[in-house]
């Protein structure tokens, strides 16, 4: 059988093991890091289309992930084959972050629309250490703005998918549990609670009202500066 290999090959230190093919390479977690996580749908198939359905069970699973974890969510963004997350990492629970998130809206989402077996692609999460205000501004422009980059909508407001763009920092939105056959009273809360919070080191001489005000006219100039771009290109 191709499955069996000789005892010598198998515990050989110039030869990986069949089970070291299968486990994934350990991440350096820090406490307290800003990051922006990513991850893709397989094949980067329309999996996380924007309807109500969908982006429900995204905000309640990503709320249950926040609380499970104590990650912080700064921004967020669900486009059809994959989602972008700024958050900080104050406990070094990323990995149950998305754990919970990404194991339990696949099946969620499988068990909504009949799909079966893997939703997302190999491997695991994608996250980028953000290192100072600057990188974050950034990755925070980049995440509210992609939707508009890919030439999908001209504005991020206008997306209808998951996303923070309409969020204040500190305001709570009440996720109601979706009413799927996914869903049981069993271990699933009636409400999850979705906060967006402030990152530290973003405009730090600014109150979080004039913070989120800024993010929104950068983003909003963005915008226009890509569809300036994809109107010259004929998109």
Not at 108 to 122: H, K, L, R, S, Y
Not at 145 to 169: F, I, Q, T
């Amino acid at each position: 059988s191709a499955l069996l290999f000789h005892a010598r090959d198998a515990w050989s230190p110039q030869r990986p093991t069949a089970a070291e093919g299968l486990v994934t390479r350990p991440r350096r977690v820090v406490k307290g890091e800003v990051l922006m996580g990513t991850r893709r749908c397989l094949r980067r198939c329309f999996l996380l289309r924007p309807d109500g359905i969908t982006t429900r069970m995204f905000k309640y699973f990503l709320a249950r992930a926040a609380r499970l974890s104590g990650v912080l969510i700064h921004e967020f963004q669900v486009l059809s084959n994959h989602y972008h997350i700024v958050f900080s990492d104050p406990r070094g629970q990323r990995s149950v972050f998305f754990r919970e998130l990404n194991s339990l809206l696949a099946r969620a989402v499988n068990a909504a629309f009949g799909g079966w077996e893997t939703m997302f692609a190999p491997g695991s999460y994608n996250a980028v250490v953000l290192v100072d205000g600057d990188t974050i501004e950034q990755k925070c422009l980049y995440t509210l703005c992609n939707v508009v980059k890919d030439g999908l909508v001209s504005h991020p407001e206008r997306w209808e998918g998951a996303n923070s763009w309409r969020m204040e920092y500190g305001k709570p939105e009440y996720i109601s549990r979706p009413k799927t056959s996914f869903f049981t009273d069993k271990g699933m809360r009636a409400v999850e609670v979705l906060v967006l919070v402030r990152p530290e080191a973003l405009y730090p001489e600014l109150s979080d009202k004039e913070v989120r005000a800024r993010l929104r006219e950068k983003a909003t100039a963005r915008s226009h500066a890509y569809m300036k771009k994809l109107r010259k290109k004929g998109g």
